[in-house]
């Protein structure tokens, strides 16, 4: 090549970087037109540029002539399609005739053939073009130009050799890099066009989300606070126009007792120190009034080193807010009245174990609350009597009748024994029931307890006194009509004497015969109490009867203790107006509210005066008068005594909140009211919350074992069959290739399945006594080769931890993915500590879990210093196939892993998180009372010679005909049977030739059980090996354990594990046990 040949080329070269801006033309015609004018615009375009190269060529000889024509094609061809590409060929084509020379139509077939190619090119490679690699489009040059040189033989032969001898090896050097180099220059502007459409894109998305956001969203100045872009929900919140707010700044809308914090809080935002932060805080509206709002706030830069701007996300909390509070004292006067009141209460569970007492409840038991919770009134330790002495049986309880009835006892007299003063206590018992709305069985008992010890006491003194008056120390009399005393004992004289009176009746009597003739006449229907003595510390009751005609016997009893205790009642009843529970009188006509309580006009936030004008139907939204009517039918009639249902209540401010209530209709005065104890149920509704939780994660469950069931079966087909057509492969095979890719393709979904197992608690483990701390050291050394030199772990692990009983694979599992999670979380620099302790898991941490359970466990901790995870998040994170990182990374597994892999050793997995506060996740297993057993050494297993006989029993078809070609190519004899039966027939058939059955555990018709049962009754000893997608490890331990089955292996199985286990349990029991 001449110095003038190479000078042209790079002309050449030169002029094919306008193919670069024939790209921009084409983005620019794109917007304009999608019709086909746009592709023959830019093929006129890429026509010219080849003009222009073809007028700078290298001249071999005179009429043929060289230049990088085929470069610009084939690129053409590649990136911009058909159209454009035949344009360009036409018209270079038309140019190179007009041109002429000996070499005009070589230079035509050139021109066609580079184009042509670039198409074809474009066609097969179906890659995005914006990843075509350096070495695809040099694959494109040297196809190009070796088909190039190809055409130079459409010249005469010598003329053509000569030609190759100069320009092959300049042509097959220098054209394909230039081929790769230009090529590379158009993905660059590709990928640089596509990332601006995405910017695009995520702009415009922004401004949807900013302006159409359900919260408030701003953007300040990071230093000085001032608002540069605000939403309209955000002006809505605070009450001004957007323009009026960006003329604010933070500090201004901040209420002043917030202000310290909100400044301190931008401060370590601007100067790097935390990336966000999370800030509960008050706004003051532009009317004066306050807001609640929980603030997320991020750090945006600019082009310097410290943020320009702070994003922040702004959520009005004000309701929730006051519900919290309002929730904070309901919780505290019901607390308070439940503790304070003096009568005994209990509450029953349906089973009859007492769930919880009051103080009251274990002075009259003599027993401290742990000694009464979880006891039933069957319990023979009571000792509990009936008023004659005899004993009072469990079943006869009030709480048991309550319960099994569905009906209310009341008024139940009974003798309780007090194990602490070792001495009976009367009460009186009654038990309601207590119903949800819409059932019919009672979900607990409410029960309370009257202490009536002493007055029993004084009414059984009180007969006796009646009965003997000479020996009775209160005052008897007997007066006449007249009013003269006829009797008096000598507890009267002395009585009379110490008022100052004389004997005559009448001082203390009424004052003439036809009143005293009138009450005589009264007693005689039936005693008379009247108080008729009032001294100045002393009060009276006169009990009188007429024990003769014209004469009245009065039995006089000192009352003062009585009147202590009915001031001690008045105590109790201003407690119950200062009661945490809302109480309500209203009245059976108008409905309208005749008493409610202090807890009532907090909680609703009502004065008195405003109650009284209302009625139920008022506070309660879901009822209307026709609803609520129905409802008090029941108790109208008299075929319900209480009445408990849920609702909602409405505060004056609009709020609501669930309550329990207890209604009952009683008679008083000649009027007929309501009475309705309300609870607030927020808790209970709390805790429910987490129960359905629970049941939402085994019902997942279930569905994730049942598809990887379903999965195991199709991958057991599919690397069987990968293994058949490998085995008939040469070494050489180009497609060995794409065979180990399908197998490595189908082992990580295989791995997928095994995750979804460990999830559901489906998978086979082999659990074994474990040193925890030994355990967790082992998978820490394998944890810290896949952390970054930027996590530092931190090893909190406290001596003397308990063993636990699971397979060491699972607590890999289990520490290994909680550590990569943590890893993936932490941005930067991070700490991970991981930890252990000991503890001891209580009712009182039951009831505030639902999913725990009392005992002994040890506690694997592991927590970072990342983000933290959102409260809408971390309901969903142990949930198979959740999770927040980007398509392609993750499976959304790890923490399902965790969570079923905790669970089938029988313990559970906690997390706690705050955003900005990193993640606290703490897994309970429990402990093991057991020495750990020295470790058992697998020895190799001996080859054995594949000869013998196996019964396939397999109803998946796929599955059955790959494990019958792969025993039989590797030299068994094989029946195949599809179900139970079938297999069963089979064996009366040629059980005499069968050396090993093999069962997949899950058969139409006839259960594992039931095949088991049959195949021992015709041949007891024969060995047989189970297989299953998905089955309980435990059924299958219990199987091995007693010696049922000889031997299980989980689908999807290794051929090579398959073939080891067939020969191992068929030469273990030689002849196969027939």
Not at 630 to 654: C, N, S
């Amino acid at each position: 090549m001449t110095r003038d040949s190479f000078v042209a080329l790079v002309g050449n070269a030169t002029l094919l970087l306008s193919l670069v801006y024939v790209y921009d033309l084409l983005n620019i015609f794109r917007r304009l037109s999608r019709t086909w004018i746009r592709q023959v615009i830019t093929g006129l375009a890429i026509g010219a540029i080849g003009i222009c190269v073809m007028l700078m060529p290298w001249t071999f000889v005179t009429g043929i002539i060289f230049d990088t024509r085929s470069v610009l094609l084939a690129v053409s061809g590649l990136f911009f399609g058909m159209i454009p590409t035949v344009v360009a060929v036409v018209m270079m084509a038309a140019f190179r005739v007009v041109l002429g020379g000996s070499g005009a139509w070589t230079g035509v077939s050139v021109i066609i053939a580079s184009g042509g190619i670039g198409v074809a090119w474009r066609h097969t490679h179906q890659r995005p073009r914006a990843i075509l690699s350096f070495w695809t489009l040099y694959s494109l040059g040297v196809v190009v130009h070796v088909v190039m040189l190809a055409l130079i033989f459409t010249q005469p032969l010598q003329t053509a050799i000569q030609i190759l001898r100069s320009i092959a090896i300049p042509v097959l050097v220098i054209y394909p890099i230039t081929t790769a180099a230009y090529g590379t220059l158009m993905v660059q502007r590709l990928r640089r066009d596509q990332a601006a459409a995405v910017v695009r894109e995520s702009e415009s998305s922004f401004r949807v989300l900013f302006e159409q956001a359900a919260f408030g969203v701003a953007e300040a100045d990071a230093r000085t606070g001032r608002l540069v872009l605000v939403n309209q929900h955000f002006a809505d919140l605070l009450g001004y126009s957007r323009e009026e707010l960006l003329a604010l700044d933070l500090q201004t809308i901040t209420h002043p007792d917030d202000r310290a914090e909100t400044r301190r809080s931008i401060q370590e935002l601007v100067s790097s120190r935390i990336s966000s932060y999370v800030l509960v805080k008050r706004y003051v509206r532009k009317d004066g009034g306050v807001i609640w709002a929980n603030i997320t706030a991020s750090r945006l830069w600019g082009e310097g080193d410290e943020p320009d701007f702070m994003m922040a996300a702004i959520e009005d909390i004000t309701d929730r807010k006051r519900a919290d509070d309002a929730l904070a004292v309901s919780e505290e006067r019901y607390r308070t009245l439940f503790e304070s009141m003096p009568i005994g209460v209990l509450y029953f569970a349906p089973d009859g174990t007492i769930m919880s007492a009051n103080p009251a409840a274990e002075g009259i038991l003599g027993l401290s609350q742990r000694e009464i919770v979880n006891r039933t009134s069957m319990d023979p330790s009571w000792r509990n009597i009936h008023e004659d002495g005899s004993e009072f049986p469990g079943e006869s309880m009030p709480s048991t009748l309550a319960l099994r009835s569905g009906e209310a006892v009341h008024d139940v007299i009974v003798g309780i024994f007090n194990q602490r003063e070792e001495a009976y206590h009367w009460v009186r018992v009654n038990a309601i029931p207590q119903f949800r709305a819409g059932e019919t069985t009672p979900y607990q008992a409410y029960v309370t307890m009257e202490d009536i010890t002493e007055r029993r006491a004084m009414g059984h003194e009180l007969v006796q006194l009646a009965s003997f008056p000479e020996q009775n120390p209160n005052p008897v009399v007997e007066v006449a009509l007249d009013g003269t005393v006829r009797y008096a004992n000598a507890a009267a004289l002395h009585a009379l004497e110490r008022l100052g009176l004389s004997d005559d009746a009448r001082q203390f009597l009424p004052e003439n015969a036809e009143q005293l003739e009138r009450l005589r006449h009264q007693c005689e229907q039936h005693p008379q109490a009247h108080q008729l003595i009032l001294g100045q510390a002393t009060f009276y009751r006169v009990i009188m009867a007429p024990p003769e005609p014209a004469t009245l016997r009065a039995y006089v009893i000192d009352t003062t203790e009585t009147k202590a205790a009915q001031s001690q009642q008045g105590r109790y009843l201003s407690m119950l107006d200062r009661s945490l529970n809302e109480i309500y009188v209203f009245d059976e006509e108008s409905l309208r509210f005749v008493y409610v309580n202090g807890a009532a006009l907090s909680n609703l936030g009502y004065s008195l005066a405003e109650l009284q004008q209302m009625t139920p139907l008022d506070i309660k939204p879901a009822f209307t008068r026709p609803s609520f009517e129905e409802l008090l039918l029941p108790l109208r009639d008299g075929t319900r005594e209480v009445l408990v249902f849920e609702t909602v209540h409405r505060r004056k401010d609009g709020t609501t909140y669930p309550v329990e209530v207890h209604l009952q209709r009683f008679q008083g005065e000649g009027q007929s009211s309501f009475l309705a104890f309300v609870n607030d149920i927020t808790d209970r509704k709390r805790v429910q919350a987490q129960l359905l939780q629970s049941q939402k994660m085994e019902a997942i469950g279930e569905l994730a074992g049942g598809v990887a069931h379903d999965f195991n079966n199709m991958l057991t087909g599919i690397l069987g069959n990968v293994a058949i057509v490998k085995e008939s492969m040469s070494p050489n095979d180009p497609l060995r290739e794409n065979v180990d890719a399908i197998r490595t393709a189908a082992e990580e979904a295989a791995n997928l399945t095994r995750g979804l197992l460990t999830f559901s608690r489906g998978a086979m483990i082999q659990p074994v006594a474990l040193d925890t701390n030994a355990s967790v050291e082992r998978t820490l050394a394998v944890l810290t080769q896949s952390l970054p030199a930027s996590v530092a772990i931190v090893n909190k692990l406290q001596p003397g931890i308990w063993n636990v009983f699971m397979d060491q694979s699972q607590m890999t599992q289990i520490l290994l993915n909680l550590g990569v999670n943590a890893r993936d979380s932490m941005v930067g620099r991070g700490t991970l500590t991981v930890g252990t302790r000991n503890t001891v898991v209580d009712a009182a941490y039951v009831q505030a879990h639902p999913f725990a359970r009392t005992g002994e466990f040890v506690v694997l901790s592991v927590a970072d210093t990342g983000p933290g995870i959102a409260p809408e998040v971390l309901q969903h994170i142990f949930e198979p196939f959740f999770t927040t990182k980007s398509v392609g990374n993750g499976t959304g597994l790890g923490l399902s892993i965790v969570y079923g892999a905790a669970h089938q050793a029988g313990g559970w997995v906690t997390v706690q998180s705050d955003p900005g506060e990193g993640a606290l996740f703490e897994v309970y297993l429990p402990r093991l009372v057991e020495q750990l057993l020295p470790a058992v050494v697998a020895t190799r297993a001996v080859a054995r010679p594949c000869v013998g006989t196996v019964l396939v029993v397999e109803d998946e078809p796929v599955v059955s005909a790959v494990v019958q070609a792969l025993l039989s190519r590797a030299g068994y004899d094989v029946l195949v049977a599809a179900d139970g039966a079938s297999a069963l027939h089979a064996l009366e058939a040629h059980g005499s030739d069968a050396n090993l059955i093999l069962l997949d555990m899950t058969m139409p018709g006839m259960t594992t059980e039931e095949i088991l049962t049959e195949m021992r009754r015709l041949y007891p000893v024969l060995p047989v090996l189970l297989t299953s997608g998905y089955t309980s490890s435990d059924a299958v331990k219990h199987m091995l354990d007693n010696g049922i089955v000889q031997g299980f292996l989980a689908k999807p199985y290794e051929t090579e594990v398959l073939f080891a286990t067939v020969a191992h349990l068929m030469h273990t029991t030689e002849g196969g046990g027939r």
